[in-house]
């Protein structure tokens, strides 16, 4: 079931931009922010959803997208889109979720070549040998240790390729990047990978 929300409809004109109403709620008309809250949170809400799977959690997601939106408003550089900045919050929001998960349905186990020659890492073996079990769970660990080790902006791209399982183009609106720079980025970091297992193996 498709728990998205659908889009306001775009034939109603906002009188005032999302920036001069931002620039009106640090003068102090604070009630001015529900309105940004009324434009945004249904995309937000389906940005979320798309991003982490989960209706419910996206709902709750979005609750802390808009109190950390608030809490640095001050830090918002109106030289820019209020919505890059916006989505990037949203973007981060889940990615923080993602990684408290841990990629605990991930593994290195029997890899798959994927489009461009990507590797797809296969879900943690069920099998009852205990030494099996202890085996998948050392790959794990690697992974998610070579991951961590990555740079923040390659980390963020492999989890939202392998945990939230978003395309390239979805990839690029989340992070706000040309699709060229994410395709680069993303090839970058799996050579990062392969070069650390290559010299953990050597």
Request: glycine share 2%.
């Amino acid at each position: 079931k498709d728990h998205r929300i659908p889009a306001p409809g775009t034939s109603i004109r906002q009188a005032v931009p999302d920036e001069e109403v931002v620039r009106q709620v640090l003068k102090g008309d604070t009630d001015r922010f529900e309105e940004l809250v009324r434009r945004h949170q249904r995309p937000i809400i389906n940005f979320l959803y798309r991003m982490v799977g989960n209706f419910d959690l996206a709902l709750d997601l979005s609750q802390d997208v808009f109190v950390r939106v608030y809490a640095s408003l001050n830090r918002f550089d109106s030289r820019y889109r209020f919505t890059t900045w916006l989505y990037r919050i949203a973007s981060n929001c889940a990615i923080d979720h993602l990684r408290r998960r841990r990629l605990a349905t991930t593994s290195l186990d029997a890899p798959q070549r994927l489009e461009d020659g990507e590797v797809s890492y296969q879900p943690v073996s069920t099998d009852a040998d205990p030494a099996r079990q202890f085996e998948a769970r050392e790959r794990l660990s690697r992974l998610e240790r070579a991951i961590d080790r990555l740079p923040g902006e390659y980390r963020k791209l492999v989890l939202l390729r392998h945990s939230a399982h978003l395309s390239y183009e979805d990839m690029a609106r989340a992070t706000r990047s040309p699709l060229g720079t994410v395709k680069n980025r993303l090839f970058r970091a799996r050579e990062m990978l392969r070069a650390q297992f290559d010299q953990e193996e050597s």
